[in-house]
Nanobody
């Protein structure tokens, strides 16, 4: 069982930056692939980025590649999403998620979810 709590959301102007954190509790954090998803009103939940258990591999959605960076600290049981050059279309609730498998972008492949944190980007 893994419990996830996101923090760091807020309101930012277009072109600005935000840093989201996800704190995990439970066992064997380093064995899980960690990912970030987002969901805007009226839209499906969208994969953003994922990082392998060791932190050695990452992959990103095309929509955020080059602007967002995912990282993790297994000693602190945290995963971070650094978001730069934010755009109004990045506005959404951002979720942290965990999976026992690597390489999947479908929400159904992720077993554990946080409650989400709101990110609003004004134009």
């Amino acid at each position: 069982q893994v419990q996830l709590v996101e923090s760091g959301g807020g309101l930012v102007q277009a072109g600005g930056s935000l840093r989201l954190s996800c704190a995990a509790s439970g066992r064997a954090f380093s064995t899980y692939t960690m990912a970030w998803f987002r969901q805007a009103p009226g839209k499906e939940r969208e994969f953003i980025a994922a990082i392998s258990g060791s932190g050695g591999s990452t992959y990103y959605a095309d929509s955020v590649k080059g602007r967002f960076t995912i990282s993790r600290d297994n000693a602190k049981n945290t995963v971070v999403l650094q978001m730069n050059s934010l755009r109004p279309e990045d506005t959404a609730v951002y979720y942290c998620a965990a999976s026992a498998r690597y390489g999947y972008v479908a929400p159904g492949e992720y077993y554990y979810w946080g409650q989400g944190t709101q990110v609003t980007v004004s134009s």
